[in-house]
């Protein structure tokens, strides 16, 4: 059974940081994909940042040169480092997990969201 356990939300004042670890396990299959989405009140989910095996990294605009994803492959734990974190920052952070299963097919997972609260 595939388990992914969050850390790292919490309340901050505008300009402050914050970094996000999810660790994966319970599978036996390869990671190609790990990020982070996000869904603020009213708002439907959207992308991050994410991260390939290859380290290739991808950022929603609004976050880049602010954030930082990056991840541990021996530990099949992605982190989400944030700075100059900025009200409208807030949401619930949902971590997302892509492993490759055989003839090419993909099961994809979701963490239980962790609360990042950025007060003005």
């Known amino acids: 059974q595939v388990q992914l356990v969050e850390s790292g939300g919490g309340l901050v004042q505008a300009g402050g940081s914050l970094r996000l670890s999810c660790a994966a396990s319970?599978?036996?299959?390869?990671?190609?994909?790990m990020g982070w989405y996000r869904q603020a009140p009213g708002k439907q989910r959207e992308l991050a940042a994410t991260i390939r095996s290859i380290s290739s990294t991808k950022y929603e605009d609004s976050v880049k040169g602010r954030f930082t994803i990056s991840r541990d492959n021996a530990k099949n734990t992605v982190y989400l480092q944030m700075n100059s974190l900025k009200p409208e920052d807030t949401a619930v952070y949902y971590c997302?997990?892509?492993?490759?299963?055989?003839?090419?097919?993909?099961?994809?997972?979701w963490g239980q969201g962790t609360q990042v609260t950025v007060s003005s």
């Open positions: 997302y997990v892509r492993y490759v299963r055989p003839y090419g097919t993909y099961a994809e997972y």
């Open positions: 319970g599978s036996t299959f390869s990671i190609n994909l």
